[in-house]
């Protein structure tokens, strides 16, 4: 069975770090992407970053550009999102999800790991 696990939420100060990390397994194929969202109460959940397995191919919400970087490490079938300068605004749970446009019913998610920032 897929499954993909989320890890690094916690409590930090604002200005701080972390680190989220997403692993997966029991994928049958390599060709997929891997994206980070968020949602907050009373609000659209957000993508936050993606990146692609096979070609680490990246993109960035504009809120996030500079701040946060996204990594893969295909050995470890680990996901990576450093997050750094964090802001109040940043505050939420976060997940991460894999996806492919070609292979069918491919679309899976994680786990919510709650990030909080204080002013």
């Known amino acids: 069975d897929v499954q993909l696990q989320a890890y690094g939420g916690g409590l930090v100060q604002a200005g701080g770090s972390l680190r989220l990390s997403c692993i997966g397994s029991g994928f049958t194929s390599d060709d997929y992407a891997i994206g980070w969202f968020r949602q907050v109460p009373g609000k659209e959940r957000e993508g936050v970053s993606c990146?692609?397995?096979?070609?680490?191919?990246?993109n960035y919400a504009d809120s996030v550009k500079g701040r946060f970087t996204i990594s893969r490490d295909n050995a470890k079938n680990t996901v990576y999102l450093q997050m750094n300068s964090l802001k109040p605004e940043d505050t939420a749970v976060y997940y991460c999800?894999?996806?492919?446009?070609?292979?069918?019913?491919?679309?899976?998610w994680g786990n919510g790991t709650l990030v909080t920032v204080s002013s």
């Open positions: 999800n894999v996806y492919s446009t070609i292979i069918a019913g491919m679309d899976y």
């Open positions: 990146i692609s397995r096979n070609y680490g191919r990246t």
